[in-house]
């Protein structure tokens, strides 16, 4: 069981929709962080939070919009959204300190129509 | 900057054989390396870890890499394949802080009887 929770695990949307990505961690970590993966290709990063404040933006386009509550929660707000755009959205968290091991979701697959 | 590079995108072995998957780092600072996992529709799972410590080290579900400076390599190693070591299998390099985990493009294990 992973303890990373992401909803929806599925999502279809049009390109003039809003809809949002949750991520739920508690197990204590205080970096978390949004990838995008693309069929047969590997994680690219998209936004790192560190003590809920944004300490990297990959130039992620503005239609895709990040938001950290608080230390437990990570959200990725979607907006007028590209059909380019449908991946797997993986939320992972870490230890800020503990170089690279970092803890998956099982990834909400978006479809944008 | 750093960058790994994984030779060989599909990997088929027979169950019980010998798993050897390859991978070459390249970094300008001492490299923090990983193994991933993803099985079908799953987010990724870490494998092991190199931080510097011992050249061997040893992960879960009976897997191993050894850290090779000479020859700027980390490969995966397990004796012998089980069918539900079938996934792909991404190695990621850090300079040493979390946020900056760079994935090589993976490499899928095929398992046959």
């Known amino acids: 069981d992973t303890e990373v929770t992401q909803t929806p695990k599925h999502l279809v949307m049009g390109m003039t929709n809003k809809k949002s990505l949750k991520c739920e961690q508690h197990?204590?970590?205080?970096?978390m962080y949004w990838y995008k993966q693309k069929a047969k290709k590997p994680p690219e990063l998209m936004f790192v939070?560190?003590?809920?404040?944004?300490?990297i933006n990959e130039s992620v386009p503005s239609r895709f919009s990040p938001e950290c509550p608080n230390s437990s929660l990570l959200n990725l707000h979607l907006h007028a959204l590209q059909p380019e755009d449908s991946a797997l959205y993986l939320c992972?968290?870490?230890?800020?300190?503990?170089?690279?091991?970092?803890?998956f979701g099982e990834g909400s697959r978006l479809t944008v129509l | 900057a750093q960058s790994v590079t994984q030779l060989g995108s599909h990997v088929s072995v027979s169950e019980g054989a010998l798993v050897l998957l390859r991978c070459n780092y390249s970094s300008s600072v001492p490299p923090y390396l990983f193994w991933y996992v993803q099985y079908p529709n799953q987010g990724l799972q870490l494998l092991l870890k190199y931080t510097s410590a011992a050249t061997l080290v040893k992960g879960i579900n009976g897997f191993e890499a050894e850290f090779k400076k000479s020859e700027t390599s980390f490969h995966l190693t397990k004796p012998s394949a089980h069918m539900s070591d079938a996934a792909e299998y991404f190695c990621?390099?850090?300079?040493?802080?979390?946020?900056?985990?760079?994935f090589g493009t993976g490499t899928r294990l095929q398992v046959t009887l």
């Open positions: 197990m204590g970590h205080r970096a």
């Open positions: 939070y560190s003590y809920e404040k944004l300490s």
């Open positions: 990621a390099v850090s300079p040493g802080t979390a946020s900056k985990l760079t």
């Open positions: 992972a968290s870490s230890h800020v300190v503990v170089a690279g091991e970092l803890f």
